[in-house]
């Protein structure tokens, strides 16, 4: 893990867990596998406090543990899973547009605690919801359990690893820890559960419970007592689905973006058939039939088949070879080469990337030796049409940007240099993994300069936030509208300073999502 | 080993063409410094993105950040002590929801153990709920009271409480691993006996009662 990386992590679990578990979370991050005692003793923090860090990091699927010979159980920490946390509110977005409030609120409590039984959820979306809806209206469990099974058959949603059950528990001592097993059949299968009832609404005066011990509250005595039946059942959510799903945009967005929007509907077609059946590093999608797809086109579109066949041999002729042709039977096999589309789309980062920051010269310079591959310094200067002097300068800055880099091939054994060739190429698995690193530098740079403008601002933005009361009662009794004009003047610049990085925050996010998914599909 | 330096005249030891100088130009000068830290950039970035679903994002990303803060899963800092012990930061404290992790999915040393053992059955029995955070002041010293009672009556408690210490020590003192796992055996077979919520009262309680149910107490009276 790159330093910058592991900054961008620190950072993320003191905001979402605290120091203590920022503390052993990135010391566990640095080390690798480590023992319980080990860390205790490296972090120098207590033993109860490292275990409770523990059971949160592994709650969240942060860290999973192992056990090693004489009983020894060691604990490691998944970096990339850390990095994921960034992208949450896209994951609830993105639920959001497919599966409403109902799933949005189901994809949040999920990602919010690590793991839930279903009965948790299903109860705790209930009550959310119910309590947005209309005075005396209730939300069913039927409904959400609905929608959870639908997230579940399109693998949204995942259980986790079972505790394994145990026939014989008194022969000799307890495992001292338990190994979790999975089948890959039972990822995806439903308790049979009949969970019935409506959100309950929580009172007005159970809300103002600061101070007020729990124990002094009426209890939800019926739901406490009752055996919960899908005990030791958990489900998380399934970000490489999440993560497919957005590949799956970003393929159709670029398809409709060189042809039509037509195009583009059955690109989309294609890969929701594909959806379940095709793993998610396959280089490429399940073929499928020129029939099938015109059975399974959206119902508003209504092209005739020889069309279809049209369009579909366009796509396969097409230089970027997003889709490819395998077969002739069934009216022509299809396929969606998902390696070399993700491939494109990297390079067109790369690309947009350059122009934006050196000017359009320098893009067409790279775009010169990306697609010849290996140039010298000469015939840079012949091909792109650039003087000298500017190509020169432009090629070495890029190279110092290592966007660009340079390829000894010696003429002799000794590798004289003023007997070498140097050729400029580009390699994209490079450039790409170093503009990740860039993205994830500029994210953690981003959240301290948040945190920082927070800090400097604090007592502005109280004073806002009281000022926003203050307008809201005096609207409730009628105030004059200078009045309200002079107080609503009282925030000034600052604060919407914050508003700018914390956008700017979100936004570069989504950058680094194609590139990650580029790099980790060439490692598969 | 120097060599031959082209009679005293500066040569380079490689086609010069071929990076694209040509001969005699003037190279560019040497640079003796890092790079600036902020240096000025002749393009500047894109705008951001904006619209609806942007917005939508970044209202999420805000409230989230808000939400967490008000989760179980976010272990506050213990606070140090204060010289003076403000009334008014009793009753301010954010109230939390309990959590308890699932204890047959965790290796068996992330169970806490607690110094002392409070014996005997608790009235208010939780199970995944969770309870809240200990009662205000004279309610706690009455239930203490109560339990030291019970604790003076019971002798099996006392031994527990005994074996109890002795494991803690055992494993303070850092033993090799067999004795810890035959002490953690005791301990997780007497755990067992016991209800799930002892992880919750002893675990969150605020610093003036924790540590204070030393076994200390036992020895004095009760009264």
Known sequence: MTQAEIKLCSLLLQEHFGEIVEKIG???????????RVIAHDTETSLDQVKKALCVLIQHNLVIYQVHKRGVVEYEAQCSRVLRMLRYPRYI???????????????????????????????????????????????????????FVRLVDTHFVQRCPLVPATENSDTGPPPPAPTLVINEKDMYLVPKLSLIGKGKRRRSSDEDATGEPKAKRPKQTTDNK????????????????????????????????????????????????????????????????????????????????????????LLADDPLEFVGKSGDSGGGMY???????????????????????????????????????????????????????????MLYKMLSENFISLQEIPKTPDHAPSRTFYLYTVNILSAARMLLHRCYKSVAN??????????????????????????????????????????EEMITAPERQQLETLKRNVNNVFLNFILELFIASVWK | MAGNKGRGRAAYTFNIEAVGFSRGEKLPDVVLKPPPLFPDTDYKPV?????????????????LRETVKRMPYFVETPEEKQDIERYSKRYMKVYKEEWIPDWRRLPRELMPRKKCRKAGPRSKKATDTGKGPSLTNPADVLKKIEELEKKGDGEKSDEEN??????????????????????????????????????????????????????????????
């Open chain 1, 26 to 36: 990135v010391h566990l991050i640095r080390t690798g596998s480590q023992p319980l």
């Open chain 1, 93 to 147: 977005y993105t639920a959001k547009t497919l599966y409403s409030d109902t799933g949005e609120l189901i994809v949040e409590e999920l990602l919010l605690n690590g793991k839930m039984t279903m009965s948790a959820v299903v109860k705790k979306v209930a009550d959310r919801l119910t309590e947005t809806m209309e005075d005396g209206k209730t939300m069913d469990y039927a409904e959400v359990s609905n929608t």
């Open chain 1, 226 to 313: 009752e055996p919960i039946p899908d005990d030791g059942i958990y489900w998380q959510a399934n970000l490489d689905r999440f993560h497919q799903h957005f590949r799956d945009q970003a393929i159709v967005s670029a398809v409709a973006n060189r042809m039509d929007q037509t195009s583009s509907e059955i690109v989309r077609t294609m890969l929701r058939m594909s959806e379940v059946t095709t793993p998610s590093g396959a280089p490429f999608t399940q073929p499928l039939s020129s029939n099938e797809i015109f059975r399974s086109l959206p119902v508003g579109y209504n092209i005739s088949k020889q069309v279809l066949d049209q369009y579909l041999t």
């Open chain 1, 335 to 393: 396929v969606i080469n998902l390696h070399k589309a993700l491939g494109s789309l990297a390079t067109a980062t790369l690309e947009s990337v350059v122009q934006e920051r050196f000017g359009s010269r320098c893009a067409r310079i790279f775009r010169l030796v990306l697609q010849k591959k290996h140039l010298e310094q000469k015939q840079v200067e012949d091909f792109a049409m650039i003087p000298a002097k500017e190509a020169k300068d």
């Open chain 1, 446 to 487: 981003l959240i301290e300069r948040r945190q920082f403008e927070t800090k400097e601002n604090k007592r502005l933005l109280e004073k806002s936030q009281r000022v926003e009361a203050i307008i809201a009662s005096m609207q409730a009794t009628g105030a004059e509208e200078a009045q309200l004009q002079e107080i």
């Open chain 2, 47 to 63: 705008p951001l993105k904006t619209g609806e679903s942007e917005d939508y994002v970044l209202a999420l990303k805000q409230e």
């Open chain 2, 162 to 223: 005994e074996e109890k210490e002795g494991g803690k020590e055992k494993s303070k003192e850092g033993d090799d691993d067999e004795e810890d796992d035959a002490a953690e055996q005791e301990e997780y077979d007497e755990e067992e006996q016991e209800e799930e919520n002892d992880y919750i009262n002893s675990y969150f309680e605020d610093g003036d009662d924790f540590g204070a149910d030393s076994d200390d107490n036992m020895d004095e009276a009760t009264y």
